[in-house]
């Protein structure tokens, strides 16, 4: 019972991460409509960004997490300025190669740079701290901290988006962009607003993976796939559906794992497959109002 | 810099406007003074909408110029055109399926920045709209998707109202409404442009007229003061009876 206690734990925990990589893909994907398919590198190259901060100034992932973050927004802003909005984004296919291709240069730039070694962010003892609430129930605290993380990013997300001026600008945007042009709505600023909130979830994300996991140049394609995974079975632009969906890919890994630890990865792909089919909307369609 | 109040508050001036070899407006004059309504009439095609869009800095036109308030906006966009003061209610209302009826209002004000206090006002105008204020934008009926969009445009509080078509596929008694309030706003002091392809609806709502025929301007005069006969022939062109 207690095995079953701590599957289910660690599954909803692990989605808390999960989620994490997959909200900056919602809103790029549900609300920008851009597939962005450098999103997994892009995490695994901020989060080198972060072992260089950590390395040269020997601090804490989290006190890096500080200097990282006004980064990644400058970058994002500047990825949208000089990329995305020279891009023709009437053809959604120019968009997601100019993506792919800044995929291959980010893998090849990080292997010239730092070599196919696996690397890690060193968070400590808090890595090791761990509590147990009943008996033969463990919880990590890491992990915990990760989803309570999550769950106040997304409700951040959710009041921006449902709650202030901003939010009702990227909705519509999100509806139809030339409607939104149209009665008067400033589509550029909106855009770089909304890829700046982006950078802020893949900022987090980078630091959280690279605590938890280790990571190489080609991680990137990994977490690009268990992201997409979580925005399809949550619902496009739905970021508490990212947050369930999340849940359901680390419960599906972590039952896939105690029955034999190679099926982890192939257990959470196979419950996103079974979804799909039964619900290819998603699990939860987007809210309105 | 100082208004001049005896100014029209919008100038057109030999506008040019192409869809590749197709020519939509085709030299364009007209002026929109303070506390006025002014219609602009013609068939399907005449060039009306292809004039509000070209004023409102959604199509860019080739040749012309625009004046409001004396100063020039050619070629500015249309948030800017939204920020200087003058809003639009788009042909076919463009409603946002994923905003509920309130958040589809407020989106003016996330154009032109004003207060949402102006909210309470639209609500005001049209209190059916309250009522259903929490309801997806595009589940009322086509009369209060209407409203809205008059509404949204209100909360930008415009000068100048550009409205494209507003009685398209309604009921008599809504476009009544409408036209009402169309009629306050005058009163409270705004200037409206109205597209329409119902003439005498039109005619009776404004003060002034144009009227388009493949992008020209084939008749124009004070609205109390047309001749059907007249309209109809720079309405359709050639003889009719």
Same mark, same amino acid.
Request: aromatic share 6%.
């Given at each position: 019972m207690t095995d079953i206690a701590n599957v289910v734990i660690q599954g909803v925990l692990l989605g808390g991460l999960f989620a994490i990589y997959a909200l900056g893909l919602s809103l790029v994907f549900g609300v920008l409509r851009i597939v962005n398919i450098a999103h997994g590198d892009v995490l695994v190259l901020v989060a080198y960004v972060a072992l260089v901060i950590c390395d040269s100034f020997s601090i804490s992932p989290f006190l890096a997490l500080l200097a990282l973050i006004p980064l990644a927004l400058l970058g994002g802003f500047a990825f949208q300025v000089g990329?995305?909005?020279?891009?023709?984004?009437?053809?959604?296919?120019?968009?997601?190669?100019?993506?792919?291709?800044?995929?291959?240069?980010?893998?090849?730039?990080?292997?010239?740079?730092?070599?196919?070694?696996?690397?890690?962010?060193?968070?400590?003892?808090?890595?090791?701290?761990?509590v147990s609430p009943f008996p033969g129930i463990n919880v990590s605290v890491l992990a915990v901290m990760i989803l309570v993380i999550a769950i106040v990013l997304i409700a951040i997300f959710q009041a921006i988006l449902y709650r202030s001026r901003f939010g009702?600008?990227?909705?519509?945007?999100?509806?139809?962009?030339?409607?939104?042009?149209?009665?008067?709505?400033?589509?550029?600023?909106?855009?770089?607003?909304?890829? =700046? =909130?982006?950078?802020?979830?893949?900022?987090?994300?980078?630091?959280?993976?690279?605590?938890?996991?280790?990571?190489?140049?080609?991680?990137?394609?990994?977490?690009?796939?268990?992201?997409?995974?979580?925005?399809?079975?949550?619902?496009l632009g739905n970021l508490w559906g990212t947050l369930a969906a999340g849940i359901v890919i680390g419960l599906a890994q972590m039952v896939g794992a105690s029955i034999d630890v190679s099926y982890q990865?192939?257990?959470?792909?196979?419950?996103?497959?079974?979804?799909?089919?039964?619900?290819?909307?998603g699990l939860f369609p987007k809210v309105v109002g | 810099m100082t208004t001049d109040a005896s100014r029209p508050l919008l100038e057109v001036s030999d506008l040019h406007l192409r869809y590749g070899g197709l020519r939509a407006l085709d030299g364009v004059s007209l002026t929109v003074n303070r506390r006025e309504t002014v219609a602009v009439l013609g068939a399907n095609g005449a060039g009306k909408s292809s004039l509000i869009k070209a004023i409102y800095g959604v199509e860019p036109f080739s040749a012309g110029q625009i004046?409001?308030?004396?100063?020039?906006?050619?070629?500015?966009?249309?948030?800017?055109?939204?920020?200087?003061?003058?809003?639009?209610?788009?042909?076919?209302?463009?409603?946002?399926?994923?905003?509920?009826?309130?958040?589809?209002?407020?989106?003016?004000?996330?154009?032109?920045?004003?207060?949402?206090?102006?909210?309470?006002?639209?609500?005001?105008?049209?209190?059916?709209?309250?009522?259903?204020?929490?309801?997806?934008?595009?589940l009322v009926s086509g009369g209060q998707q209407q409203m809205i969009a008059i509404g949204r445009a209100l909360m930008a509080r415009p000068r100048l109202l550009l409205c494209d078509e507003i009685?398209?596929?309604?009921?008599?008694?809504?476009?009544?409404?409408?036209?009402?309030?169309?009629?306050?706003?005058?009163?409270?002091?705004?200037?409206?442009?109205?597209?329409?392809?119902?003439?005498?609806r039109a005619l009776k709502s404004s003060e002034r007229y144009y009227c388009l025929l493949e992008g020209r301007v084939t008749?124009?005069?004070?609205?109390?003061e047309a001749d059907q006969d007249e309209i109809t022939r720079a309405y359709f062109g050639g003889d009719h009876d």
């Amino acid at each position: 019972m207690t095995d079953i206690a701590n599957v289910v734990i660690q599954g909803v925990l692990l989605g808390g991460l999960f989620a994490i990589y997959a909200l900056g893909l919602s809103l790029v994907f549900g609300v920008l409509r851009i597939v962005n398919i450098a999103h997994g590198d892009v995490l695994v190259l901020v989060a080198y960004v972060a072992l260089v901060i950590c390395d040269s100034f020997s601090i804490s992932p989290f006190l890096a997490l500080l200097a990282l973050i006004p980064l990644a927004l400058l970058g994002g802003f500047a990825f949208q300025v000089g990329v995305f909005e020279r891009v023709d984004r009437r053809d959604p296919l120019v968009p997601m190669l100019v993506a792919f291709g800044f995929a291959v240069v980010i893998q090849n730039g990080l292997l010239l740079l730092f070599g196919t070694n696996p690397r890690k962010l060193d968070a400590g003892a808090i890595e090791q701290l761990g509590v147990s609430p009943f008996p033969g129930i463990n919880v990590s605290v890491l992990a915990v901290m990760i989803l309570v993380i999550a769950i106040v990013l997304i409700a951040i997300f959710q009041a921006i988006l449902y709650r202030s001026r901003f939010g009702i600008r990227v909705r519509a945007v999100s509806d139809s962009e030339e409607n939104a042009r149209l009665i008067g709505v400033d589509i550029t600023a909106t855009f770089r607003k909304a890829f =700046m =909130m982006v950078m802020l979830t893949v900022a987090v994300g980078a630091v959280l993976m690279g605590i938890k996991t280790n990571f190489d140049p080609f991680s990137g394609a990994s977490r690009l796939l268990i992201a997409f995974e979580v925005v399809v079975i949550g619902g496009l632009g739905n970021l508490w559906g990212t947050l369930a969906a999340g849940i359901v890919i680390g419960l599906a890994q972590m039952v896939g794992a105690s029955i034999d630890v190679s099926y982890q990865t192939l257990a959470g792909h196979l419950v996103f497959l079974v979804i799909l089919l039964i619900r290819p909307q998603g699990l939860f369609p987007k809210v309105v109002g | 810099m100082t208004t001049d109040a005896s100014r029209p508050l919008l100038e057109v001036s030999d506008l040019h406007l192409r869809y590749g070899g197709l020519r939509a407006l085709d030299g364009v004059s007209l002026t929109v003074n303070r506390r006025e309504t002014v219609a602009v009439l013609g068939a399907n095609g005449a060039g009306k909408s292809s004039l509000i869009k070209a004023i409102y800095g959604v199509e860019p036109f080739s040749a012309g110029q625009i004046l409001f308030d004396g100063v020039a906006v050619s070629g500015r966009s249309p948030n800017q055109m939204a920020r200087a003061g003058i809003g639009l209610v788009p042909e076919g209302r463009k409603i946002f399926p994923s905003l509920s009826v309130e958040e589809n209002i407020r989106l003016g004000a996330a154009i032109g920045g004003h207060d949402s206090a102006d909210v309470d006002r639209v609500f005001e105008i049209f209190p059916e709209l309250k009522e259903r204020r929490h309801v997806q934008g595009t589940l009322v009926s086509g009369g209060q998707q209407q409203m809205i969009a008059i509404g949204r445009a209100l909360m930008a509080r415009p000068r100048l109202l550009l409205c494209d078509e507003i009685s398209l596929g309604l009921a008599p008694t809504v476009v009544d409404r409408l036209y009402d309030v169309i009629g306050d706003l005058v009163a409270e002091g705004m200037a409206v442009l109205i597209v329409e392809q119902e003439t005498n609806r039109a005619l009776k709502s404004s003060e002034r007229y144009y009227c388009l025929l493949e992008g020209r301007v084939t008749a124009q005069g004070r609205s109390a003061e047309a001749d059907q006969d007249e309209i109809t022939r720079a309405y359709f062109g050639g003889d009719h009876d």
